[in-house]
Structures are given as C-alpha cells and as structure tokens.
C-alpha cells in the first residue's frame, strides 16, 4: 500500500469524525495534552481519571479496561482505542466480552509504505492455524478498503538452510505451509523464508511468532522511525490497540474514526 492509501484515510476519519472512546491509566499533564491533536479525526470520550485539568470530555473509573469494553458493547461509542491501559487486563476482558480470541494486526507506514503486520502480541501465533487465520482475516481486513493483499509469510531461515537445525526445518515447514493454505483459499502469499527485505512492497507481513513480530514491530517503531497507527483487532466492532511507547495516540484514533465508517 502507498502513502495514499493512509492520506485516504486520514481524510475519511475526518470526514465521519466518529465517537472513539480511548483509556486513560495513571495519566499525566503530558498524555492528556498529546490527545487534543486527535480530536481532528474524532470525538473523543476518554475513559479513566485524567488526574489534572482536562477539557475533553471522560468518565471516571478505577477500571477504565472493563468500562471502555463495556461501552463498546453497549453501542455508547463507535469505536474504542486502548490507549495507554495495560495490555493483558484489556485484551481479556474484550475477549471475553466479545467471546472472542484477539487477532490483531498492526497497521504501520515506513518510507510511504503501508503494511499490517502480525503476530504482535508476545503470546500470539505459536499456531499455524492462528498465523494462517492471521493472513485470511487480514485480506478480508484489506477488502473492506478495496484493496486486493499481497501477503508475505515469514520463517526462520532461507529454504537452502533445510537441515541445519529442528527449529529451522520446522520453521520453514510451517511457512510454506501457511503460504500454500492461504493460496488455496485465494490469497496472493508468498513464503519469503527470513528475508524479510524481500516483503517491501506487500500489504500484509506474517512474522513467525508473536515475540519475533513484537521484535519486527518496535524495531520499525523504535529505531527505524516507522509511523504506527494501531493495530486493529479483527473483529465486527471496532477496536484499535496501541503501544503505550508512543508520544500521542493521533494514529490509533484516526484508524478507529475510518473503521467505524464501514
């Protein structure tokens, strides 16, 4: 995806301007500062104690996880950002709201490239068939913005490296895997072994599990100055995660305010 493929959606967001609820945790002047900015794309609703002057409206509560899935549940918002809650408190309890396995894929944009990319979470994908559901779920994710995916599936090492080691065999036998299941369901993949650099270009990368997309993901974030925008969980309502190693939540609430649109 190119650099309009974001400009398109900064300029839906806008034009919806939906009810984005977003959590707050142990916030400070700093934090709540950084969320005027956002309120271009959306009206915000912040959910927890802001803990010093805030103009933007919120509701107060010792457990601003439970509240902000509950009004998620309830239609009270469009759409939900965590924010800066704590990841495992809130990914429960949406799962278990919903009834649901959280699937997610982050959404992020280097050099006027766009990409999802998963797993993300440091207990995601050990499974083939979660990564495979990954990669479906993510091109059906794509379709809805009328965009066809390329995905590229990743492993431990190139095909030339059969034999080293069990880890890697097993790797690269679970990449190619995924790839050929994929294909058969439709998709455009392609299993690129390690070589990361060959995934320029494609919608979609699937890392080999959960700690090395985690890596993948802060490495681009963190050290490579990529742009974030959340990581959209895959589901019928519209959840947008977010690193809490980020200076403002502008991106996250940007794609929550698009998706509710759909």
């Given amino acids: 995806m190119d650099k309009g493929f974001v400009q398109s959606m900064q300029e839906k967001a ?3 301007h939906a009810r984005i609820g977003i959590g707050i945790w142990n916030s400070d002047e700093t934090l709540i500062a950084s969320l005027q900015s956002a309120t271009k794309y959306a009206d915000l609703l912040l959910v927890g104690e802001p803990r010093c ?5 919120f509701v107060p509560t010792d457990e601003p996880w439970r509240e902000l899935v509950r009004l998620l ?5 469009d759409g939900a950002v965590r924010g800066n809650l704590p990841a495992g408190r809130t990914m429960k309890c949406l799962a278990r709201q919903f009834d649901i396995k959280v699937k997610r894929l982050a959404l992020l944009e280097l050099s006027g490239w766009s990409f999802l990319l998963g797993p993300v979470g440091i207990d995601e994908g050990e499974a083939v068939l979660e990564r495979l559901g990954l990669a479906l779920d993510g091109a059906r994710f794509m379709q809805r913005f009328g965009i066809s995916s390329k995905v590229s599936v990743l492993s431990g090492g190139r095909m ?6 069990e880890r890697v065999d097993r790797s690269l036998a679970e990449g190619e895997l995924i790839a050929a299941r994929a294909r058969e369901a439709g998709v455009d993949a392609k299993h690129r072994g390690i070589l990361i650099e060959a995934c320029r270009g494609d919608d979609i ?14 490495t681009m974030l963190l ?5 974030s925008y959340g990581a959209p969980v895959l589901m019928d309502k519209v959840f947008v995660d977010s690193t809490r190693a980020r200076g403002n939540f502008d ?12």
């Fill in 160 to 165: 030339e490296d059969l034999g080293r080691c």
């Fill in 14 to 16: 806008m034009a919806r």
């Fill in 205 to 218: 990368i699937i890392a080999p599990e959960g700690v090395s997309g985690n890596l993948i993901f802060r």
């Fill in 53 to 57: 002057k805030c103009d933007l409206e």
């Fill in 73 to 77: 549940k309830d239609g009270k918002i």
């Fill in 223 to 227: 050290l490579c100055g990529a742009e």
């Fill in 251 to 262: 991106g996250p609430v940007m794609l929550a305010s698009c998706m509710a649109d759909f």
